[in-house]
């Protein structure tokens, strides 16, 4: 069993800068992809930025690109995502996951196991 967990949320002003880490009890070495989802509340969790593991190949959403950054190591079996010039909208809930990502790399449906979440606020 894959367990996830996040950690570096908090609250920043617009333009800062944060990174979140998810630790994995597991290397994922039989999933293909890791990636990072966020959520507001009312809302469908979108995908924020993906990687596939094998070739370490990264794809993000349009409106974290140039922004965002995910990377993993695979010695400590922890991914990360760095956020930087945060904006109010990148406010969410922030949450790790991993899967065959069979759908696409975005995709909520194609990742089987999810972290806690931990929270990212941006005040203006």
């Known amino acids: 069993q894959v367990q996830l967990v996040e950690s570096g949320g908090g609250s920043v002003q617009a333009g800062g800068a944060l990174r979140l880490s998810c630790a994995a009890s597991?290397?994922?070495?039989?999933?293909?992809?890791m990636g990072w989802f966020r959520q507001i509340p009312g809302k469908e969790r979108e995908g924020v930025a993906a990687?596939?593991?094998?070739?370490?190949?990264?794809f993000y959403a349009d409106s974290v690109k140039g922004r965002f950054t995910i990377s993993q190591d695979a010695a400590k079996n922890t991914l990360y995502l760095q956020m930087n010039s945060l904006k109010p909208e990148d406010t969410a809930m922030y949450y790790c996951a991993t899967g065959q990502c069979q759908y696409g790399f975005l995709r909520r449906d194609g990742y089987a196991y999810w972290g806690q979440g931990t929270q990212v606020t941006v005040s203006s």
């Open positions: 990687i596939y593991t094998v070739s370490s190949v990264t």
């Open positions: 597991l290397y994922t070495y039989r999933s293909y992809c």
